[in-house]
């Protein structure tokens, strides 16, 4: 796969997991849950979150030699 398409599908695939899993914890932290009831999902989301960002830079911006 080239460079350009592997960039651009990883960029796409990564912001439609952290749009997903972001919304996920807001509903969860708003609705029934509330903030406290919702805040250790919400602190798993955001090392998932950063994690999926580290992935998609490892293997899709990086040049490896």
Do not use: Q
Request: charged content about 15%; some cysteine; glycine content about 14%.
């Amino acid at each position: 796969m080239s460079y350009p398409v592997k960039v651009i599908m990883g960029l796409i695939g990564t912001a439609l997991l952290l749009t997903f899993v972001g919304g996920l914890s807001l509903s969860i932290s708003s609705g029934f849950a509330g903030f406290e009831g919702g805040l250790p999902f919400m602190i798993i989301v955001i090392f998932v979150g950063l994690m999926a960002v580290y992935d998609f830079f490892d293997e899709c911006v990086r040049r490896k030699k």
